[in-house]
């Protein structure tokens, strides 16, 4: 079995909700008092998918302006992007493309993009289509997925088709940058042990390996 590390950065405005996106995959319950983040935050969380074990690295980064000029030393050399956005407030959506300029001049080779839209549960001050959000992934080759923090929808499977296209990448581009093992030793916990709970979904095998709390990255 193959093993594969990534490195994911989270980006988006202030408010948008993506430490709480980040909380509810590494499997935290949700909550509506969740501090900003300073500087990044960083999660790690490890999985089997489709016969690959796979460790992505979560930089869970700050979306106010004044941390701005910080953000490109936590997305270099990121394999993926989640581009978050609230559905409620259409600044926000616009400010995804900024981001997406960001990458392209700081991250080398292939970034797998998945622009997200979060705060379903509040669609009723919707101010986004998910029409419109579509059709700007689509220009942008990124992949589109609606969450809720609150309510959990969307955000496994986000992850997980996140996940898959890093496998793919790892199979068709060699330059990648991805981080590719033969055999599991790589991804085993400070204990060399290996916890194991089993999901299915969306009829790919995907197992829980182990869930690491959040440590503060940077910085004051």
Request: proline share 1%; hydrophobic share 35%.
């Amino acid at each position: 079995m193959k093993s594969i590390e990534a490195k994911i950065v989270v980006l988006g405005a202030q408010g948008v909700g993506k430490t709480s996106v980040v909380i509810r995959y590494v499997g935290k319950l949700f909550s509506k008092h969740v501090s900003p983040t300073i500087g990044a935050s960083f999660f790690t969380f490890k999985m089997t998918v489709d016969d690959y074990r796979v460790k992505l690295q979560l930089w869970d980064t700050a979306g106010q302006e004044r941390f701005r000029s910080m953000a490109p030393m936590y997305y270099r050399k990121a394999n993926a992007a989640l581009l978050v956005y609230d559905i409620t407030c259409r600044e926000s959506f616009e400010n995804i493309q900024s981001w997406v300029d960001e990458l392209k001049k700081n991250v080398e080779g292939t970034i797998i993009m998945c622009v997200i839209g979060n705060k379903t549960d509040l669609a009723s001050r919707r101010e986004v289509s998910r029409e419109k959000a579509e059709q700007y992934a689509d220009s942008i080759n990124a992949l589109y997925y609606e969450t809720s923090a609150l309510t959990n929808d969307g955000i496994q499977e986000a992850f997980l088709q996140v996940s898959l296209s890093l496998i793919k990448l790892s199979q068709t581009d060699k330059s990648s940058g991805l981080t590719v093992y033969d055999g599991s030793a790589s991804l085993l916990n400070a204990d060399g042990i290996i916890e194991d709970g089993m999901h299915d979904m969306n009829n790919h095998r995907r197992r829980t390996d182990s869930e690491d709390s959040n440590t503060p990255a940077c910085c004051s």
